[in-house]
């Protein structure tokens, strides 16, 4: 499955722990990550400062289904099903 663009649900419904630029705690699940531009693009695509877990992540019809709706409520559901 190929990224839907303007989608940003990975960059909104997930916690990530490690820093980002001008986040240095990383941020909480629910919370727009502030990379994220206004078209819902990754400002830091591609540099060295794009947390590994972002670079890492793939998008998969499980977690993003068929709409950016649907990818922030199961994005949303597995990091509640995961949350420690």
Same mark, same amino acid.
């Given at each position: 499955m190929k *990224?839907?663009?303007?989608?940003?649900?990975?960059?909104?419904?997930? #916690?990530? #722990? #490690?820093?980002?630029?001008?986040?240095?705690?990383?941020?909480?699940?629910?919370?727009?990550?502030?990379?994220? #531009?206004?078209?819902?693009? *990754?400002?830091?695509?591609?540099?060295?400062?794009?947390?590994a877990v972002c670079s890492a992540f793939s998008a998969d019809a499980e977690v993003c289904g068929s709409s950016s709706e649907e990818a922030i409520r199961l994005l949303g559901w597995w990091e509640q099903m995961t949350a420690a």
């Open positions: *990224c839907r663009e303007g989608c940003g649900a990975c960059c909104i419904a997930p #916690s990530i #722990s #490690s820093p980002i630029p001008g986040m240095p705690q990383g941020k909480p699940a629910g919370e727009r990550c502030v990379q994220l #531009s206004v078209e819902n693009l *990754c400002n830091i695509f591609g540099q060295a400062e794009r947390p």
